[in-house]
């Protein structure tokens, strides 16, 4: 079945570790994306990638750092610099194009810092 | 710059019910707009999508919404609640046609309940 693949599903890191959510899709699609999602305040966007080898900021890129060496695979590295990494993070990807920008999602993985 | 805003961060309906989540968005260039469902520690599924043509747009589980430009609105309903309908919604928005990214920007969502 196509779809998008986050691994884990749960994650505990310690402080000042750093922490790499994998993210993998099988859809074809070009565009990828990184959401982090918080109680009240929906999702806000980290990351994305519109093409392999590139990639541009989001929102909220301070902490992280990302890469895009392969269409299927976008994975987010959480650094020790983000200071309240604690949340639910989403990976998404869709199609570019007129009318193509419906976002397919994983499942989600949560990360807790202990 | 795009921006959506959902009334409402908690909806309570009886089984039944008229099911109504309000959505506003402010976009620069005409739109894309979804909503999409989200049920707990899981990610986002597609309920539905306005992209050109006719403005009813009807999406899965019996849930349409309606893109009124006059009103910058893309407010979500069902006739009647189900039980299985509590969850979690969200409404985005991308810039349509010319535009030159389809990131989508969302609301803060709306926490819907379902009384039986």
């Known amino acids: 079945d196509g779809g998008i693949t986050q691994s884990p599903k749960y994650l505990f890191r310690k402080e000042g570790q750093n922490v790499t959510l994998s993210c993998e899709q099988n859809l074809n699609h070009d565009a990828m994306y990184w959401y982090r999602q918080d109680p009240g305040q929906g999702l806000r966007l980290i990351y994305y990638s519109q093409i392999v080898n590139d990639f541009q900021k989001g929102d909220i890129a301070e902490g992280y750092s990302v890469s895009r060496e392969k269409k299927e695979s976008f994975p987010l590295t959480v650094t020790s610099a983000q200071k309240n990494p604690t949340a639910f993070y989403l990976c998404a990807s869709s199609m570019t194009g007129q009318g193509n920008t419906e976002a397919f999602f994983g499942q989600g993985t949560r990360l807790t810092v202990v | 710059a795009q921006s959506v805003t959902q009334l409402g961060s908690h909806v309570s309906v009886s089984e039944g019910a008229l099911v109504l989540l309000r959505c506003n968005y402010s976009?620069?260039?005409?739109?894309?707009l979804f909503w999409y469902v989200q049920y707990p520690n899981q990610g986002l599924q597609l309920l539905l999508k306005y992209t050109t043509g006719a403005t009813l747009v009807k999406g899965i589980n019996g849930f349409e919404a309606e893109f009124k430009k006059s009103e910058t609105s893309f407010h979500l309903t069902k006739p009647s609640a189900h039980m299985s309908d509590a969850a979690e919604y969200f409404c985005?928005?991308?810039?349509?046609?010319?535009?030159?990214?389809?990131?989508?920007?969302f609301g803060k969502g709306t926490k819907l309940s379902v009384k039986p």
């Open positions: 985005a928005v991308s810039e349509g046609y010319g535009g030159s990214q389809g990131n989508l920007i």
């Open positions: 976009s620069s260039v005409p739109p894309y």
